[in-house]
């Protein structure tokens, strides 16, 4: 398989829960990217990763919101105490490299329900 | 602040026609522009991309245009079949403070009717 796996593909959480969700990128791809669809709107960024470090996470909340990507295992996106307004899709796309000509490969999704 | 913009929330075409998807940015730094299709339930997925030096790459029934001095691509699909039925999102890319950023349109939902 060499495609972006994300896992659970359906999450729900009562509200105040944590979640979390996970990203293991295309084999070889080192750059990580989360995004965040709310119904009816396009794909918003959230952050960008490269193993263990924090590149660009200007379109995280400040609160409640963490991401990281350690040297082994999944990307995680993290959510504390989660609001109604958390419910969205939650992308993750991977990429070889940080290069503006390199296409980002997403996975499937993580459809958030917050209840 | 919208940089790339999508304005036709949804399209209808017949099958066979062309169909002819727009975009529009606002940001010079972008250099590279890219066009996802999405169907419910799924990923996006890559279709097809442009460099900025380019205007036009064609790729089987899909050819994507720029026009750089109106900050403007477009997707033209011909002809188009049912399973083309997806939202398209238009993409651009930049290397913006050292990072790359990958910034989408809202996406046009694209229905082919038989």
Redesign the interface.
């Known amino acids: 398989n060499a495609g972006v796996m994300q896992n659970p593909r359906h999450l729900v959480r009562r509200r105040g829960q944590e979640a979390r969700l996970r990203c293991s990128p295309m084999k070889g791809h080192s750059h990580v990217y989360w995004y965040r669809q709310l119904p009816e709107e396009g794909l918003k960024f959230m952050v960008y990763l490269q193993k263990e470090n924090i590149i660009d996470e200007s379109g995280m909340p400040k609160e409640r919101f963490s991401a990281e990507f350690p040297k082994e295992g999944p990307s995680i996106l993290r959510i504390q105490q989660v609001v109604r307004g958390d419910s969205a899709a939650y992308f993750c796309a991977s990429s070889f490299s940080g290069a503006t000509n390199t296409e980002a490969f997403f996975g499937q999704g993580t459809r958030l329900t917050v209840v | 602040d919208q940089q790339v913009k ?1 304005n036709s929330p949804s399209l209808s075409v017949q099958e066979g026609r062309i169909s002819i998807l727009n975009c529009d940015y606002t940001n010079s730094m972008f ?2 522009f ?1 066009w ?1 299709k999405k169907y419910p ?6 279709l097809i ?1 442009i ?1 900025s030096i380019k205007d036009k790459n064609e790729d089987g029934r899909f050819t994507v245009f720029l026009n750089k001095s109106a900050k403007h691509l477009s997707l033209h699909i011909v002809p188009s079949q049912p399973g083309d039925s997806a939202v398209y ?1 238009c993409a651009a ?3 913006i ?11 046009t939902r694209l229905t082919i009717n038989p």
């Open positions: 999508q250099d590279y890219l996802y339930a799924e990923g996006p997925t890559f991309s460099s999102f890319s930049a290397r403070q050292g990072a790359q950023k990958l910034v989408f349109g809202q996406g």
